[in-house]
Structures are given as structure tokens and as C-alpha cells.
């Protein structure tokens, strides 16, 4: 099977078989130029996903699923983005969640589930898509605040 | 920038196939119609530049340092999966 050779300016040089492409048919907003992406594993076992550029080789987005951290999140898919993606059924669907990481403080980690990211996983055509009127929020903690520590102690 | 006046019911045509419509007027509210093709996303400028931004911050640090966290929870939610289920989406390392 065809695959692609990348630089990556985190993981280095990659090779992605063509079957793992996920291809953008409208780009994550702010990056318009951008349509081919690769899911890499963070960790074995890591709820957390890096989403590289495959032609931009140090856009890196670490995404995840909310409900890998016991994050409600049920949302009606927009019959537009449906039809846009050929979805037919639920199991298709894979939704991912992009994670905003502060440098500084990594346990502050927010995700953004106002603008899941939506893949089909057969055909694995993805959009990003703006769930408009959901209430949902940009910047969602996805860890639990650390117990304080007991006076004293 | 090109300026129309519209009345309610009046129509905006944009490149033959985008349709807008002056719905209703009421105070400083204005409702609109829009009649797109699907590939073209219409957002509100407010949600829009709010997700632009996250996905820029979200993108900004060149190595971010991740947070060990646990496995995650087996879930039942219709639109979740497990890591192992995204098998079919990435390659296993090492592989």
C-alpha cells in the first residue's frame, strides 16, 4: 500500500500508510491551508492523541475523546455535517476533542468542546464542526483540581 | 465594503447559489435567512473567532509537556470510543 514519508518537527521523520491519512474536507479553522492529518499515539494506553499536519511539520494538535476523562458530552450531530461526511450511523463516527495544554502548568489542560473535530471512520473524511447553541464551552478542564493537602501534614 | 439596504423579505443573492434573507427588524435585532450549499459553513463572527482562537492557542507551544494521566474509563455514550477502537485511525507505534 502507498505511503507517505513526513517530517515532523516533534516525532522527526514518519512514514503513515495511506489507509491512515485523515483528510480535512474543510480545514480546522485558522489553518486553511492544511487538509491532511495523521493520529499518533501519545502513550500506550494514553486517552490523549497527537493529530499531526502531515504537510506542515510542526502543527501538532493533541486531542482526545471527553468521555476518556468521564467528561458528559452528547451532542446531535448537524444533519449538514452528516451529509457533508456521508455518515449514515453512529458507529461511524469518531469524535475528537482538541486539547489546549498550558505550557506552564500542564495540569491545567482544557478541551474544547464547543468545536469537536468529526471523522468518518471508514471513509476517514473529517471536519472540524461549530456546535452552535449547544452551550458547550472552548476551554472545558479535563482533570479534576488535586485534593488540597491537609494543613499540616 | 459594498452596502445594500434591504427591507423585510428582501433577498441577498451571493454568487448564485447563497440566499439571504431580511426575515424581521425588530429594534436593534435583525433576523436572517441563510440558504447555503453544505460545503459552505456559515458561523456567527463571535463563535467563529472564539473557536479560531482556541485552535491557534491550542496549536501555539512548540513541545508542550503532557500530563500523565490514566487509561481512560470504558464509557457507553454513543458518540465515545475507547483508544482501542481508534485502531482502525492511527498507526500503532512500533508497528
Known amino acids: 500500500m502507498a505511503s507517505h514519508t513526513l517530517q515532523t518537527e516533534r516525532f522527526g521523520e514518519i512514514s503513515v500508510e495511506e489507509a491512515y491519512v485523515l483528510r480535512f474536507v474543510e480545514p480546522i479553522l485558522g489553518f486553511p491551508d492544511l487538509r491532511q492529518y495523521v493520529l499518533l499515539e501519545h502513550a500506550p494506553d494514553s486517552p490523549l492523541f497527537w493529530l499531526q499536519s502531515m504537510e506542515e511539520p510542526a502543527l501538532a494538535f493533541v486531542v482526545t475523546n471527553p468521555a476518556w476523562f468521564d467528561i458528559p458530552y452528547d451532542f446531535l450531530l448537524p444533519e449538514a455535517v452528516a451529509q457533508r461526511l456521508g455518515l449514515t450511523s453512529a458507529e461511524q463516527v469518531q469524535v475528537l476533542t482538541i486539547v489546549n495544554v498550558p505550557d506552564d502548568d500542564p495540569q491545567q489542560m482544557t478541551t474544547n468542546l464547543l468545536g469537536p473535530i468529526i471523522i468518518h471512520r471508514d471513509t476517514r473524511e473529517a471536519l472540524q464542526v461549530v456546535l452552535t447553541d449547544s452551550g458547550f464551552t472552548t476551554r472545558v478542564p479535563l482533570l479534576a483540581p488535586p485534593p488540597p493537602v491537609a494543613a499540616g501534614a | ?95
Open chain 2, 1 to 95: 465594503m459594498l452596502v445594500l439596504s434591504r427591507r423585510p423579505g428582501q433577498r441577498l443573492i451571493i454568487a448564485g447559489d447563497i440566499e439571504i434573507t431580511v426575515l424581521e427588524v425588530r429594534g436593534d435585532l435583525v433576523k436572517l435567512g441563510i440558504h447555503a450549499p453544505k460545503s459552505i459553513p456559515v458561523y456567527r463572527e463571535e463563535v467563529y473567532q472564539e473557536i479560531l482562537e482556541a485552535n491557534r492557542q491550542a496549536a501555539g507551544p512548540a513541545t508542550p509537556s503532557l500530563p500523565v494521566v490514566g487509561s481512560p474509563s470504558a464509557v457507553d455514550a454513543p458518540v465515545a470510543v475507547r483508544p482501542a477502537d481508534l485502531g482502525r485511525l492511527f498507526p500503532k507505534s512500533g508497528a
